[in-house]
């Protein structure tokens, strides 16, 4: 590499590095915009294929093709909707109830551990364990709230978005190629996020557990959170299992177990055979994305993390100093450290 190519690529990387930084606080100050919209921008690319096979296989004009995919959409996500508030209200209100029979365990756990022995006090423990249990329930509450109130702006933003996109892309854009593989990742991910929240709902509903439904739904919707969203979801029915004492010990063990295995066999065998490169994103990548868009974004950012990523590994594969970074991102080190 000349001396003026090192130079140049230093200077680009100068400058991306100031542009992420610049991009990174509009993004945090113009959030409540922006998610609304970007969220929009990704459902109405999910929507897109459902509009083209009306128009291609059932013959509707556009106009009759766009309204009915919009419909569809909003029944389904107002379904979801008061499924998870009715749930997450009923939750809360027996927020109470549950933090004083979690007190209980706890108590009963601790007290059979050798805490005394090493001379820890676990009182203090308890207190402040029991204590924040409450106020995650709440705090949960309120995240799925807030982002169900943002459910009409995204609306009207899908409405616009269908009615101003045009009928084609020209092949070979970037567009096209932002369309073709964020389609695919959320077609995928839709169908194997689907059958994990029927098939986990199901189980906790033959086994008992309450709020079933709610837990079968938040594995769907947790699931489009690559890594982190199905362990989370694995552990969310804990705190019900535990405390309900209609549950024997074996259907509590299965509660936890049966879930976990669901999502451990979906997320590590099933998944990984029908995607193939649909992002072409590195795992490494998609869990700084996952930090970087919950920091700047919220519980919305997490949801959009991996698409977005793969939205910036294409654009930087478009441009020639930036290519390099694009090759790291999809775990190609060579173009980025292979020269000198």
């Known amino acids: 590499m ?18 992420v930084f610049t991009t990174g ?8 915009v922006l998610v609304p919209f970007v969220l929009a921008l990704f459902i109405t690319m999910g929507l897109t294929p459902l509009i083209d096979v009306q128009m291609r296989r059932l013959r509707f004009p556009r106009g009759i093709a766009v309204v009915t995919s919009v419909m569809i959409a909003v029944l389904v996500l107002a379904l979801a909707g ?3 508030s009715v749930s997450v209200a009923r939750v809360i209100q027996n927020a109470g109830q549950y933090q004083q029979q979690i007190s209980v365990f706890v108590v009963s756990t601790v007290d059979r551990l050798p805490f005394d022995e090493y001379g820890i006090d676990t009182s203090q423990f308890i207190g402040q364990l029991t204590a924040q249990f409450g106020g995650v329930v709440v705090g949960i509450g309120n995240a799925v709230i807030d982002i169900l109130s943002n459910g009409i ?4 933003f899908v409405v616009f978005l269908l ?42 509903q033959l086994l008992g557990v309450q709020y079933a439904l709610m837990f079968g739904l ?11 969203g199905s362990i989370v979801a694995t552990l969310l ?19 936890i177990a049966l879930p976990g295995a669901i999502q451990m066999t979906m997320g590590n065998f099933i998944e990984p055979k029908i995607y193939g490169e649909s992002l072409d994103v590195h795992p490494i990548v998609t869990l700084m994305s996952l930090v970087l868009w919950g920091t700047l974004w919220g519980v919305v950012g997490l949801f959009l993390a991996a698409p977005l990523a793969a939205v910036v590994r294409i654009l930087f594969g478009r441009l020639e100093y930036t290519r390099p970074f694009a090759e790291a991102m999809a775990g190609r080190l060579d173009p980025l450290f292979g020269e000198d």
């Open 2 to 19: 000349s001396p003026t190519d090192r130079d140049m690529r230093t200077i680009t990387i100068c400058l991306i590095l100031l542009t």
């Open 25 to 32: 606080g509009v993004l945090y100050v113009l959030r409540a």
């Open 82 to 84: 008061i499924i998870t």
């Open 153 to 156: 702006l995204v609306t009207v």
């Open 163 to 204: 009615i101003g996109r045009s009928a084609a892309r020209p092949h070979g854009s970037v567009w096209a190629e932002v369309e073709s593989r964020v389609q695919r990742y959320l077609g995928i991910k839709f169908l194997v996020s689907l059958v994990t929240g029927f098939s986990v709902g199901m189980v906790l």
């Open 218 to 228: 938040l594995s769907f919707l947790l699931n489009f959170i690559p890594s982190v």
């Open 237 to 255: 029915p804990l705190p019900v299992v535990v405390v309900d004492p209609s549950l024997s010990t074996t259907a509590a063990v299965l509660a």
